[in-house]
């Protein structure tokens, strides 16, 4: 068993105001993403039930027809096939964790999250 840290993956540069570590599980994603302020994350959905942690900074988040602000400290639920999207209000490192895994990352289906 290895113990690894976030330093540990590799980041993955989204686009310039954006970076992902990610751990793909055989059936769970596990991901650190730097957002830095301005950032955002257009709106998608898929097939994955995610929950979202703010570590540090704050996003405004958008989940079906809801709009809201995380913070350090704060997370949420968000079901499978609910369209969501962010944007970075300040630099902003969030945990994210998916069920099933990512498949759409490992196979590089993940245009929405490379704009910025």
Known sequence: MDILTWNSLKEDVMNPLAGRRALHAQNMTVARFRFDKG???AMHHHINDQV???QSGAVRMTCGDETFELKAGEFVHVPPDVPHGNEAL???VIIEIFSPRREDWITGDDSYLRQK
């Open 52 to 54: 979202t942690m703010v």
């Open 90 to 92: 300040e630099d902003t």
């Open 39 to 41: 950032n955002k994350v």
